[in-house]
């Protein structure tokens, strides 16, 4: 690889039209493999054979482990698997020097990191391109997928109404890079408490995105096309933590009567994983308004085209 590495790491520090670009692709990928008799198993178009990916985990993962292994193998290419625990990485090796050693062995890194700053400090030093796979601060590839999930159900994205509900969270950054990148209005309903960076919002707002903060979602629903939650608590949250921030939260659960001031017209999105009865009611993610399995599936077609974005 030539010049500088492209990473993908926040959504706001790339161009739009690439955003766009890697849509696009993502969404002419999906159609080429839906056969007559329905999905083909083999791509016809393989730009990443003879590549290597690896997949650096210092977080448990799902959806974001098995979507780009299976995209990369989809591509032709071919995946590593590493774990920052059983890696020199935290026990004594800086990041520069693993970016450095990674570099000289595969053709590009993801990385799952539960510090924006560890992955930041991986791509200065890396020679090949990173991607942000989730950091405590962005959550870039999910919000790529939602956005074409919205505009498979909805239409173009660009001056439709979104809603968050919840935790001002790292997913919730992301969709705020997103309104002022893809030019939609985003309304977020957060407790005080857990509202979103403002420095981030400064930001997006700036740069000419409709981005609003309100602590009322039935205010924040209102008119939305689209309302979006996410899981309320971590893994390695405390019992003390986990019983504070539910009742904090508590107030901000989208059940049927919030989707109801949505309109019946209104899609409902979730990352996942779910807690049913807490973030969301049963009702409304297994609902007729739920999208959230197109969502899901479409983490990887999007990143499919992240990939050969970041490589091609």
Known sequence: MTGEPRHFIDLDVIAKEDLRSILDDARARKENRKGSEGVVKVDTDRPLENYLLAMVFEKSSTRTRVSFDVAMRQLGGETLLLNGVDMHLGRGESLADTARVLSRYVDIIMFRSASHDNLEEL??????????????????????????????????????????????????????????????????????????????LKKAQAAGGQVTLTHEPYEAVAGAECVVADTWVSMTDSEDTKTQRHAVLTPFQVDESLMAAAGGEAIFMHCLPAHRGEEVTASVIDGPQSVVWDEAENRLHVQKSILRWCLL
Not at 179 to 196: D, I, M, R, W
């Open 123 to 200: 791509a200065v030093s890396a020679e090949v391109p990173v991607i942000n796979g989730l950091t405590n601060r962005s959550h870039p590839c999910q919000i790529m997928a939602d956005v074409m999930t919205f505009e498979e159900h909805k239409g173009p994205i660009e001056g439709c109404k979104i809603a968050w509900v919840g935790d001002g969270n790292n997913v919730a950054a992301s969709w705020i890079h997103a309104a002022a990148q893809f030019n939609f209005e985003l309304v977020l309903a957060c407790p005080t408490s857990l509202s979103p960076d403002v420095a981030v």
